[in-house]
């Protein structure tokens, strides 16, 4: 089984709504390690799941695997500022942005579907 599939089927990642949503999620507690306090604010998850349904299935797959690789962006940079001796502010922030890139890209994939 490959990451993607195990990804894809988790209840929590069911939905493309609930992968942005999660992902917000992450780039919030990513802000929060230097003391920001955004709030995972996303688009309308049902104008999302709307807009993933209708696309097509290569545009479904290509949302899909960009998801999954966001989350193991996430996951990695994560890791590696866990594993720092000390993290700085600015690589913490390089991180939550880069994050907030990958999902404006999620979102934007998702409104060319619609």
Known sequence: MSQ???VT???DFATASKRV???HEVACLVDA???GDRSPLIADPAELDLAHGSGSTLARARFDDF???TAALAAAGIEALLGADNAS???IDHLARQIDAQIARLEALLIQLA
């Open 4 to 6: 993607f599939t195990r």
């Open 9 to 11: 089927a988790d209840p």
């Open 21 to 23: 949503a999660k992902l």
């Open 33 to 35: 390690l230097i003391g």
């Open 67 to 69: 998801a999954g690789q």
């Open 89 to 91: 502010p600015a690589a």
